[in-house]
DNA sequence: GCGCTTATCGCAC
DNA sequence: GTGCGATAAGCGC
């Protein structure tokens, strides 16, 4: 694990249950502007459940991805899961994505 | 409003 | 040293 992934998961461990972020939010909130670095971290993401890697979206509050697939039955699963913690997604968007984002 | 291009950072090869 | 990526923001049409 590189010291940038462990920020990451650090800061991503920060969002609570029913809640999202953003790779935009979360970048910042880590002092970088590698977005892009950030999504890679998360794909190779080493402790998934713990890593709420589900929670991160994208600035406009599209899911964006999931474990490096736009779309499939795992990203469903994973709306799913969301859904029961208060975070309802419609065709990989976050609804009411501005009350449920968080802020570091 | 939609689509394309440029900017940026960290990591793997 | 070069290229790539779960992005973001800006510009042109």
């Not at 650090?10 to 950030?38: C, F, M, N, Q």
């Not at 419609?90 to 802020?103: R, V």
């Amino acid at each position: 694990m590189t010291p940038f992934q462990k920020l990451v998961y650090d800061k991503l461990k920060e969002v609570p249950r029913g809640r999202v972020t953003t790779y935009k939010a979360l970048t910042e909130a880590i002092g970088s502007k590698a977005y892009r670095a950030v999504g890679n971290a998360l794909k190779v993401n080493p402790m998934a459940p713990q890593v709420p890697c589900h929670r991160v979206v994208k600035a406009n509050g599209s899911i964006g991805g999931f474990m490096g697939f736009k779309t499939g039955p795992a990203i469903d699963k994973k709306i799913k899961l969301l859904a029961t913690e208060g975070v309802q997604v419609e065709k990989g968007i976050i609804q009411n994505f501005s009350s449920k984002l968080h802020q570091f």
